[in-house]
């Protein structure tokens, strides 16, 4: 890959993992109001998506052929990308301490390094070994697991599911396009995952309740919609649509390592939006995974893996013509 296209990537993630880490801070008040986690998701999923929907139709430009002969990556996005790997979380958080539990969904990258290395039966180069071990120490810094909770089977096996579905994300995100723009697989993604979790939440398989007064927000009032608004813009619309595209240049992997920015960066809006303290072993543990990013980084590859199998199609249909 160009070192032009690779540095365009990783600038295009680093927005992904920002926006992304906007949603916590920005969605808490609407949770002490009174709203559940899967309805707050959900309305933010949906919004999204709408918001999305006429820059992908516009992206699209009359080719539905494409999203339907996307079909299965759309519902991977939306089942598992999208709903599954959400009410893991929240049912995880709901045993243990979320701390934990983020900590163990977002040893993501690790999974996905860890599956290389078993498909490819050939051990991962020692600069990304390197760089996940950094990578983990940081992010165990900036997270701070832990809590008094007791261990408990079912949140550990929840938030181990949740993890594997983040990995599933980065891996359907990363795919070779076959010219389905990564704005429309966000969009068609996020509208099904949100009418999936609408319905798994109106069933009554988890708790599903809204309210509608107002919510403290930026030290004042402000109705309960705007700060849904604003997830659903910033840490949804935006968020999806440039992780996605930061996934097709980069890879699974690498996305997956800048997407630990997340943590770091829903740490810093919970200081500078909630004023809750950041401490100096979580800035520490910051520069640890930017320094495991930058490990990770450094592997010399020409290509995404996951654009390689495309790659030999395409030069195989190149070579069948010219015979």
């Known amino acids: 890959m160009p070192r032009s296209q690779t540095s365009l990537g990783l600038v295009i993630a680093v927005i ?3 926006t992304f880490g906007s949603s916590g801070a920005l969605i808490k008040p609407v949770l002490e109001a009174g709203w559940s986690p899967a309805a707050a998701v959900t309305v933010r999923a949906l919004v999204g998506g709408i918001v999305l929907a006429p820059v992908a139709i516009v992206a699209l430009r009359g080719r539905w052929s494409t999203l339907w002969r996307s079909r299965g990556r759309v519902l991977a996005m939306a089942l598992i990308g999208v709903a599954a790997t959400q009410l893991l979380y929240f049912a995880a958080i709901q045993r243990i301490p979320v701390g934990t539990a983020v900590l ?3 040893m993501a990258p690790l999974l996905l390094v860890a599956f290389a290395w078993a498909s490819t039966r050939r051990m991962p180069k020692a600069v990304v070994l390197i760089g996940s071990v950094v990578a983990l120490v940081g992010l165990v810094l900036v997270v701070s697991p832990g809590g008094s909770a007791s261990f408990d089977v079912l949140g550990l096996t929840f938030a181990l599911a949740a993890m594997i579905g983040c990995a599933v994300y980065y891996v359907v995100a990363a795919q070779p396009s076959d010219g389905l723009p990564p704005v429309a697989l966000a969009a068609a993604g996020l509208v099904v995952g949100g ?3 609408g319905a798994v939440g109106l069933t009554g398989l988890v708790p599903f309740t809204a309210t509608f007064g107002e919510v ?5 009032l402000a109705p309960w919609w705007m700060p849904l608004l604003i997830v659903g813009i910033v840490s949804t619309a935006i968020a999806y649509a440039t992780g996605i595209t930061a996934s097709e240049m980069l890879g699974s992997r690498l996305a997956s390592f800048v997407g630990l920015l997340e943590v770091v ?3 810093f809006y919970a200081w500078l939006l909630l004023g809750e303290r950041l401490t100096i072993p979580q800035m520490l543990g910051g520069a640890l995974i930017l320094v495991g990013i930058g490990f990770v980084r450094s592997e010399k590859t020409d290509a995404p893996a996951e654009a390689v199998p495309e790659r030999r199609r395409v030069v195989a249909r190149r070579v069948r013509l010219l015979k």
């Open 16 to 18: 992904a993992a920002a």
């Open 104 to 106: 163990i969904e977002y």
């Open 195 to 197: 009418i999936v979790l």
């Open 216 to 220: 403290a927000m930026f030290g004042g």
């Open 265 to 267: 960066a829903a740490t």
